[in-house]
């Protein structure tokens, strides 16, 4: 069964690096996301990507993010220079279409980033 | 914009005993409803949803869940619980003719004992 993959599981920082997290959706959808989960608290939207654009943020996603599909599989999430408060788990989705009528979101099992 | 409550952040239960887990939700308009399940080291799994139609909705691994409109819950229930129905489990809403981008709740920690 098709599933959508992340790499690293977990990665640890300094405060102020930059990381690039990986996903690789599942490979016939169009549309792609990213959530984080801070511990303990509500998974949160960031952002949705769709023909190489960003097609909706949320207020979290700030110009310390970024997204990006640099190729025809993965689907990357960059954080330009951590905060320790980026620390969260974060998952990559992924839908056939979104909008007009209900696509089912499949997740993958999640980045855990640790900034020190 | 819609919100999600789960009630309790961990529900300890016994092997082969019912359980429920509580989801209320806030919106000014029509609604979907999901419940998604995370076991552990893995993504997040949808267990079942509300999209229109009946109100009892069935999904996999014997849970089920009733949409409550008056009361604006989604409580998701097992009559007998294995021990590998221990995961976290997010209780999500998303309002119709909109991105269908989900809003969760904090998320129930069931765990089964033996």
């Known amino acids: 069964e098709p599933e959508v993959t992340q790499t690293p599981s977990h990665q640890v920082t300094q405060m102020g690096q930059e990381v690039i997290l990986r996903c690789v959706p599942i490979?016939?959808?169009?549309?792609f996301y990213w959530y984080r989960q801070i511990l303990g608290q509500k998974v949160e939207f960031l952002v949705s990507f769709y023909n190489n654009e960003i097609s909706e943020k949320s207020e979290i996603f700030d110009d310390q993010f970024s997204v990006e599909r640099p190729d025809g599989s993965n689907f990357t999430l960059k954080i330009r220079s951590t905060k320790l408060e980026d620390s969260a788990m974060y998952f990559c989705?992924?839908?056939?279409?979104?909008?007009?009528?209900?696509?089912?979101?499949?997740f993958g099992p999640g980045t855990r980033l640790t900034v020190l | 914009a819609q919100s999600v409550t789960q009630l309790d952040s961990q529900v300890p239960v016994f092997e082969e005993a019912p359980v429920e887990l509580r989801c209320n939700y806030s919106?000014?308009?029509?609604?979907?409803l999901f419940w998604y399940v995370q076991y552990p080291n893995q993504g997040l799994q949808l267990l079942l949803k509300?999209?229109?139609?009946?109100?009892l909705v069935k999904g996999i691994n014997g849970f089920e869940a009733e949409f409550n409109k008056s009361q604006t819950s989604f409580h998701l229930r097992k009559p007998s619980v294995h021990i590998s129905d221990t995961a976290e489990y997010f209780c999500a809403v998303t309002t119709k003719g909109g991105s269908y981008i989900p809003t969760f709740g904090r998320g129930t920690s069931l765990i089964v004992h033996p």
């Open positions: 919106s000014s308009v029509s609604v979907y």
């Open positions: 490979s016939n959808h169009l549309y």
């Open positions: 509300y999209l229109s139609g009946s109100t």
């Open positions: 989705a992924s839908s056939e279409s979104s909008g007009g009528s209900y696509n089912e979101q499949f």
